[in-house]
Every structure is written in C-alpha cells, then in structure tokens.
C-alpha cells in the first residue's frame, strides 16, 4: 500500500513559479512509478508528468510543459518534486500526484492504483 500527499499549492502570479511536493508513505519499492496530473474545471484529468523509481530514472513530460516543468525525485525522502516556472493562468487547475506500481510509465489516469487528494494552484494574471 502507498500513501499519498500533495503540497506546495496556492496563489502565484503570472511569470512566477511553483514547487509542488508528493510524499509517499507505507509500502514504497523500486519499481514503481510517480507521476503528476492536473485537472481544471470542466476539462478532463491531464497528464503532467512522470519519473520511474528504479535505476534508470526514466521521466516523461507532456509536450506541451516541457520546458517549463521538471519533475525530480528524493529517493531517501520517497518524494517527488514538481518545479513549475513560468506560469500561465491556464496552468490553473487542482494537481494530484498518483503512483502505479509498475515499471511502465502510463500517460493516462486509468491505470494508477494510487493517488494522492490534490493541491490547488492558481496563477494570477
């Protein structure tokens, strides 16, 4: 069983920038995969990004956020970063970090066993 928890959400304005935390807790192993959502009103749940937790350290990125986005790991801590820079008022929406375990990473919400309650994070224009 792995534990979720988002962090690091809130008010930022237009050009500025955002680091979200995920920390994992219970059982947590190698092989399995973290990845972070988004989800605005109306809109269907958004791949952001992902990072395998074996050796390879394998990372994917939506082709529209990368660039601005980096997703990052503290294996000691079973955390995962998201740092977010120049922000946009689109970025605008409720971020959940989901865990999977597998070592294949998937870009779709359907196949995450595990997710955490989200963070909100708004970008001010």
């Known amino acids: 069983q792995v534990q979720l928890v988002e962090s690091g959400g809130g008010l930022v304005q237009a050009g500025g920038s955002r680091r979200l935390s995920c920390a994992a807790s219970?059982?947590?192993?190698?092989?399995?995969?973290m990845s972070w959502f988004r989800q605005a009103p109306g809109k269907e749940r958004e791949f952001v990004a992902a990072?395998?937790?074996?050796?390879?350290?394998?990372?994917r990125y939506a082709d529209s956020l990368k660039g601005r986005f980096t997703i990052s790991r503290d294996t000691a801590a079973n955390t995962v970063y998201l740092q977010m820079n120049s922000l946009k008022p689109e970025d605008t929406a409720v971020y959940y970090c989901?865990?999977?375990?597998?070592?294949?990473?998937?870009?779709?919400?359907?196949?995450?066993?595990?997710w955490g309650q989200g963070t909100q994070v708004t970008v001010s224009s």
């Open positions: 219970g059982r947590t192993f190698s092989s399995y995969v």
């Open positions: 990072i395998s937790w074996n050796a390879g350290r394998i990372t």
């Open positions: 989901a865990a999977d375990w597998s070592t294949v990473i998937f870009t779709t919400p359907g196949p995450y066993d595990y």
